[in-house]
């Protein structure tokens, strides 16, 4: 299966290349790859001693945040290899100061994972959450690099345990310990006669709990939401079929004292205009923002990147999205700051969501008149709000630590 797997990926490899002549993230999903090498050459000397930490993308380089900066820290002679696989966390993170050298996984073939690992003198890699590609850990495992899986997570319905997926199973002995985040991960690497794994939580939390010792504030926030004295919900990470409910509740309230955050993933000129033009309140865009635009609007939509974690703690109430299309996007940014949150149906590969919808912090809505209610609720029932939103900030206090628990198993003094 793993020759019929090797020649699946040339065969996508190539369709990739000419699909990209016609689309701009897999124009930059293939283009980037061809620079890979060239970027390890000039930055990374044969002779350096190097961690390897390779994420999917933007969520996963925030998980591996906390492991990066305690490596930097212990180990200030050593270099940071950040390999991601994903555009849209490259294009977003490729300049990083946490990494000495930051590039495009190149496809896993044979070839690329003896080129790397020849190219690259490794002394540990770290693969956060998932992302398991099999040459790469075959040719980890030959080489004898110690290798970890941080933050892993393990469903029954991935590959490993289908009857076909022999050769995933087997890729699976090249890490040399497995940190996974719950008791059913370790569960099931049992089931896979993997016993060389420990339960020690999300590292995510480690790095949300480190944004309250931060400044938050935005100046442009504080305008509008008159210095945080008006309720406020912030729309994080949104899609247009979380935003066609949202705009519904917007529209119908007639509550002129209520300010409203969007942050939508996609923010391409054409559907931030559509978003803005569904919208019968006064819309303010970031790009065209103006003090005296902020003091007279109700609605502010935030069409760059980066400003989301800090608008969080402008929030009466947070919606997350992404629960009406492949998956909530990361909760725990809101969470950390005390506020209730509400989500999509499509939660169930998410730990902490369930986790939270069990506690109580987090509420879910799967359609127009469940959301209103919601919100109202929130809104308006000031001691249901404030104690929803502290069942979300003790549930991030009590989950630190997992990174000084994977430091000190790895590292003992």
Known sequence: ?????????????????????????LSLFVKGRHKS??????????????????????????????????LKKDFPNHKILLTFFSPSGYQVKKDNTIAHCTIYLPMDTKTN????????????AFFIKYEFWPNYLNAL????????????????????????????????????????????????????????ALVVGDTRFDRVSQILKRDNSLDFLD???????????????????????????????QDKTIKYIFAPHNIKSHQIEQLKDSINKKVVLHSESTHKDLAQSQVYIIDAYSLLTKAYSYATIAYIGGGFTHGIHNILEAATFGVPIIIGPKYSKFQEAKDLIALQGVEVVSGQKQLDKTLDTLLYQDSVAKQTGQICYKYIAVNQDATRKIMDFIFPK
Do not use: C
């Not at 299966?1 to 993230?25: E, G, P, Q, S």
């Not at 930055?43 to 190097?50: A, E, F, S």
């Not at 994972?113 to 490794?122: G, H, T």
């Open 223 to 253: 305008t509008f939401t008159k210095n945080k004295t008006s309720k406020t919900i912030v729309i994080g990470s949104s899609w247009p079929q979380d935003e066609a409910l949202l705009i519904n509740y917007i529209n119908q309230n």
């Open 37 to 70: 090498f060239a970027i390890i050459k000039e930055k990374i000397q044969p002779d350096d001693l190097v961690f390897w930490i390779h994420v999917a993308s933007l969520g996963e380089y925030e998980q591996g945040l906390p492991l990066m900066e305690e």
């Open 1 to 25: 299966m793993l020759f019929l797997y090797n020649i699946f990926i040339y065969i996508i490899y190539f369709i990739l290349h000419i699909v990209a002549l016609f689309n701009k993230k």
């Open 141 to 196: 495992r030959k080489k004898e690099i110690p290798t970890y899986l941080i933050s892993g997570i393990f469903r029954k319905d991935q590959v490993f345990f289908k009857w076909y997926a022999g050769f995933y199973r087997e890729a699976l002995k090249a890490f040399t310990y497995f940190f996974v985040q719950n008791k059913t991960s370790l569960e099931l690497l049992k089931q896979l006669h993997y016993s060389n």
């Open 113 to 124: 994972a003896k080129k790397l690992l020849d190219s690259v003198n490794i002394q540990k």
